[in-house]
Nanobody, 124 residues
């Protein structure tokens, strides 16, 4: 069974950091497009970051320079390192898997396996 399981969320003060993890079960993340999205209360889900099959990355402008996405193929896990968190980063963060051997797109339709989410809450 193909499954993504996120962890690492929590409550932090502004300026803090969290390392979110996304463990994949049932298939390999190696050479696959993987992404992170988030959804704040009352807002639509939005793109945060993705990592392409060749490990090049892309980030939303709102997180550029603060968030980093990377993968550990040996652990079959994708990470999102979040630094300099602000209250505007408060949201449910979702990991998602896209196609094998390709470049990601920033829209949700490019991803077909989703995790259950991990909550990030940033207080001022």
């Amino acid at each position: 069974q193909v499954q993504l399981v996120e962890s690492g969320g929590g409550s932090v003060q502004a300026g803090g950091s969290l390392k979110l993890s996304c463990a994949a079960y049932g298939y390999s993340i190696s050479n696959r497009c993987m992404g992170w999205f988030r959804q704040a209360p009352g807002k639509e889900r939005e793109f945060v970051s993705h990592i392409n099959f060749d490990d090049t990355t892309s980030h939303a402008d709102s997180v550029k320079g603060r968030f980093t996405i990377f993968r550990d193929n040996a652990k079959n896990t994708v990470y999102l390192q979040t630094n300099g968190l602000t209250p505007e980063d408060t949201a449910m963060y979702y990991c998602a898997a896209g196609r094998f051997g390709g470049y990601c797109r920033k829209d949700e339709s490019a991803f077909y396996v989703w995790g259950q989410g991990t909550q990030v809450t940033v207080s001022s």
